[in-house]
C-alpha cells in the first residue's frame, strides 16, 4: 500500500525558506505523477504545484509561481517543494500526493490524486 510521509516544515519569518520533502513507499514511485496541496484553517484544499513521472512536466498555482519549486528523485523515491520569499499567507498545512490515474500529467485536480500524505505544518509570520 502506497504511504507518503511529508517532512520540513516549520514557524519561519516572512521572506524565509523551506523545503518540504515527501517520502514515498509501497509502490513504484516513478509511476506516479507528484503534486502538492495546501489547507489553510476554515478554507478548501488548494492546488500549490505537481510534477509528472519524469519530471519533464511541472505546474504550479499562480500564487506561487516564480516563488516555489517542485522537483523529484525517482532513486530515492521523494518529493521535493522548495518555497522560497515565503509569505504569511502561505501558512498552511502542505500535504503530497500521488496520482497513478494521469501519470504524465501535473495535475492540479486532487480527484486525480489517489493517495495523501498527512501533512506539514507551514506557518509563516510577518
Known amino acids: 500500500q502506497v504511504q507518503l510521509v511529508e517532512s520540513g516544515g516549520g514557524l519561519v519569518q516572512a521572506g524565509d525558506s523551506l523545503r518540504l520533502s515527501c517520502v514515498f513507499s509501497?509502490?513504484?514511485?516513478?509511476?506516479?505523477?507528484m503534486g502538492w496541496f495546501l489547507q489553510a484553517p476554515g478554507k478548501e484544499r488548494e492546488f500549490v504545484a505537481a510534477?509528472?513521472?519524469?519530471?519533464?512536466?511541472?505546474a504550479y498555482a499562480g500564487s506561487v509561481k516564480g516563488r516555489f519549486t517542485i522537483s523529484r528523485d525517482n532513486a530515492k523515491s521523494t518529493v521535493y517543494l522548495q518555497m522560497n520569499n515565503l509569505k504569511p499567507e502561505d501558512t498552511a498545512v502542505y500535504s503530497c500526493?500521488?496520482?497513478?490515474?494521469?501519470?504524465?500529467?501535473?495535475?492540479?485536480?486532487?480527484?486525480?490524486?489517489?493517495?495523501w500524505g498527512q501533512g506539514t505544518q507551514v506557518t509563516v509570520s510577518s
Open positions: 509501497g509502490g513504484t514511485f516513478s509511476s506516479y505523477a
Open positions: 510534477i509528472g513521472r519524469g519530471g519533464g512536466s511541472t
Open positions: 500526493a500521488a496520482n497513478r490515474r494521469t501519470p504524465y500529467s501535473a495535475s492540479y485536480d486532487p480527484s486525480a490524486y489517489a493517495y
